[in-house]
């Protein structure tokens, strides 16, 4: 999963208006869940044709491979990919557009799993019938509850996504350390990793700090991973708390003493997936995605078949990743609806998600996938996501989630870069009191 920042004054002031139309909604009583007039629950998804589907640049290349393997099944109901901006707060902006003026161009539209609530609670999605999608019980229970609303089911999961430790093996193995579990194993680590000649000059550890979606992941799993909550599970904020504090902390003082290098501030993922590739990282966070790319063997990667996979560590135990993945959702003023919701089951079968796996190392949410020999031999780290994924929170699912990301991310970039402009209780503090404000029950 893989968020981009947007840097354009549209994109910010579509973001404006967005807020403001999330605002009036939910003022006006539209976040009540009940979908809309077609495709409420048990009602018939209606009408087949050719449809569009919305969604971010594919990276990956393997999409156009899954659209065209529906096409040749269905010459009459052909698929059209209408491939939005990388970055996820445009591809967001440009789909909202879309619903404010009741536009039928997107049909199926491929959705960053918090925004689900969001998308749902404004009818900017229809209400799937149940009934229709027998398969939700045999996909891991952690995905399909970020496909429902109060209750009920607006989307369905395609792809999963928990964080994961990178590391170096070889250069593990070679100083006889075993891969940390906690952060202060992995300070340590790094510690006795750097007196190895060759790895003299290597950082020890990157993320995704940059001040957008991915530093909302990245501030919730150092919270998550001390025993703090950003939003609790009554639906509150409870951020000013001494796990927060001491989640927030670990990852400022990484950043004042060195363990966190001064050039992390501006990875997103991407960035810091080339600088682990390039050998410049020893222990780096990221999604699994990246470990396809990391294992070429085409002269991209110079740590093709030197590196490990591992579970997230916390500050004194386990860590906690954050959700991620997408969810495949039909917008309320979609026609050829039928098609829409038939090529959503295609697209998140078993047969389909493993494929997508086989060419992607995306996470599939099909619970026997992270089971099946094959593709364990094939990515090793299977194990440990599906664990990450099982234990894994969900950023916060408010109606008014651009806001509340924009806030959490201002708070914890302020604090993380050098100098910060606040010290991180008063980050916490008043983070608490911004969110307070902007999730209301």
Same mark, same amino acid.
């Given at each position: ?14 973001? !404006?208006?967005?807020?403001? /139309? ?46 065209? =393997? ?8 052909? !698929? ?19 619903? %404010? ?11 960053? *799993? ?15 019938? %149940? ?7 045999? $996909? ?14 607006? =989307? ?17 193995? &070679? ?17 006795? /990793?750097?007196?190895?000649?060759? +790895? ?16 909302? *992941? ?12 950003? /939003? ?18 670990? $990852? ?11 050039? =992390? ?43 490990? /996979? =591992? ?6 135990? @386990?860590?906690?990743?954050? $959700? ?53 031999? %094939?990515?090793?780290?299977? +194990? @440990?996501? &599906? ?8 950023? @916060? &699912? *408010?109606?008014?989630?651009?806001? *509340? ?37």
């Amino acid at each position: 999963m893989r968020f981009e920042r947007s840097h354009t004054r549209k994109a910010v002031a579509l973001a !404006v208006v967005s807020s403001l /139309v999330l605002f009036t909604a939910a003022c006006g009583g539209g976040d009540d869940g009940s979908g809309g007039n077609n495709g409420a629950a048990g009602g018939a998804l209606e009408g087949r044709g050719p449809i569009k589907f919305a969604t971010g640049k594919d990276t990956s290349g393997n999409l156009k491979n899954q659209v065209d =393997a529906w096409n040749t099944q269905h010459p009459d109901e052909k !698929v059209e990919v209408a491939e939005l901006p990388e970055s996820a707060d445009q591809q967001r902006n440009q789909m909202i557009s879309n619903a %404010q003026i009741k536009s039928t161009e997107f049909s199926v539209l491929n959705l960053d *799993v918090v925004w689900t609530a969001e998308f749902a609670a404004n009818r900017w999605i229809t209400e799937l019938p %149940q009934d229709q999608f027998p398969d939700l019980g045999k $996909l891991l229970p952690t995905t399909v509850d970020t496909a429902k609303y109060r209750d009920k089911l607006y =989307a369905v999961p395609v792809t999963s996504d928990g964080g994961l430790l990178y590391y170096r093996k070889d250069l593990l193995d &070679k100083a006889g350390v075993e891969v940390p579990k906690t952060w202060p194993d992995m300070v340590a680590a790094c510690a006795k /990793v750097k007196a190895l000649p060759e +790895a003299k000059a290597i950082n020890c550890y990157a993320g995704q700090f940059e001040k957008y979606e991915g530093l909302t *992941v990245n501030f919730s799993e150092a919270v998550n991973g001390a025993g703090g909550v950003v /939003v609790g599970d009554d639906g509150k904020p409870n951020v000013d708390t001494p796990e927060a504090l001491a989640g927030l902390t670990a $990852l400022v003082e990484g950043f004042k003493t060195g363990f966190i290098p001064k050039a =992390a501030i501006t990875y997103q993922e991407e960035p810091g997936r080339r600088a682990f590739q390039e050998g410049n990282l020893l222990f780096h966070r990221n999604w699994p995605y990246v470990y396809a790319l990391a294992n070429k063997t085409d002269g991209s990667s110079k740590i093709a078949g030197k590196f490990g /996979v =591992a579970a997230l560590p916390g500050l004194s135990g @386990p860590g906690v990743s954050t $959700l991620g993945g997408h969810n495949y959702a039909i917008s309320e003023f979609a026609t050829n609806k039928a098609t829409a919701a038939d090529f959503i089951k295609f697209m998140s079968s078993e047969e389909r998600q493993k494929a997508n796996v086989e060419k992607t190392s995306q996470a599939p949410t099909w619970a026997s996938l992270y089971d099946d020999p094959a593709l364990n031999k %094939q990515f090793p780290y299977l +194990a @440990p996501l &599906k664990a990450s994924i099982a234990s894994a929170k969900s950023r @916060p &699912k *408010v109606v008014k989630y651009g806001d *509340v990301t924009t806030a959490i991310q201002e708070a914890a970039y302020g604090a993380l870069k050098q100098p910060a402009d606040k010290d991180p209780k008063q980050t916490l503090t008043d983070l608490q009191t911004k969110l307070s404000s902007l999730i209301t029950q």
